[in-house]
């Protein structure tokens, strides 16, 4: 156990819909990551925040969005969902300071579009 | 922008032999290279990693070189066993305010009985 949790593990929705995906980071963590993986494939970085606010965006499209709240926790939004969306969604969190790099996956949220 | 280029992408061996995954990477800046294994539907866990001012790194069956002049570092697996199999992913970063980790595709892992 990583120490990183989210939720829901899975998600049935359709297309056009809007989900939120949350996170909460490891005790003590100011960052967090979110990647997609679709199927086979490897992790692509979406966004990162730190202490509440956004640090890097990857290749995140405009119909998701994210934020972290004061509390470290973090939610992803999705909306206009297509099929290809369906993917393996993971957040990440690391302490943000110091050398400490490494970054601890959460189990991820499991998205199916239908 | 940085880049990490991973190979090969599918490598099977027989158990009990060894396996090498390569990673190369192109920004020189680069200074912490952690390996990654992913089993089938969970998620990524750290298995090794290393830093710039260090060549190599063992912890037991597992091991990582780095060569910064060549730019590339290495996982090296001995003696696989059957709960070797995964897929493997090498990551770059250059420890800057992001900690951002700059992914290689993926190597998948299989070893054969």
């Known amino acids: 156990d990583s120490g990183v949790t989210q939720t829901p593990k899975h998600l049935i929705t359709a297309t056009g819909q809007r989900v939120t995906l949350r996170c909460s980071p490891r005790?003590?963590?100011?960052?967090v990551y979110w990647y997609q993986q679709s199927l086979d494939q490897g992790l692509q970085f979406l966004i990162q925040y730190y202490n509440g606010e956004e640090r890097a965006k990857g290749n995140i499209l405009e119909r998701f969005s994210a934020q972290q709240f004061p509390d470290l926790h973090s939610e992803l939004n999705l909306s206009s969902l297509e099929l290809g969306d369906s993917a393996l969604y993971f957040c990440?969190?690391?302490?943000?300071?110091?050398?400490?790099?490494?970054?601890?996956f959460g189990p991820g949220t499991r998205l199916l579009v239908l | 922008g940085e880049n990490v280029e991973q190979h090969p992408s599918t490598l099977s061996v027989q158990e009990g032999d060894s396996a090498v995954i390569k990673c190369t990477y192109s920004?020189?800046?680069?200074?912490?290279f952690p390996w990654y294994k992913q089993e089938l539907g969970k998620r990524p866990q750290l298995i090794i990693d290393?830093?710039?001012n260090v060549g190599e790194k063992k912890d037991q069956r597992i091991a990582v070189t780095l060569n910064k002049t060549a730019k590339h570092f290495s996982l090296h697996i001995t003696e696989t066993q059957p709960e070797d199999s995964a897929v493997y992913f090498c990551?770059?970063?250059?420890?800057?305010?992001?900690?951002?980790?700059?992914w290689g595709a993926g190597t998948k892992l299989i070893i054969k009985p």
């Open positions: 005790s003590g963590d100011l960052s």
């Open positions: 990551a770059a970063s250059k420890g800057d305010s992001n900690y951002q980790l700059i």
């Open positions: 290393i830093r710039s």
């Open positions: 990440a969190s690391t302490p943000g300071t110091g050398e400490r790099e490494t970054q601890y």
């Open positions: 920004d020189s800046a680069s200074n912490y």
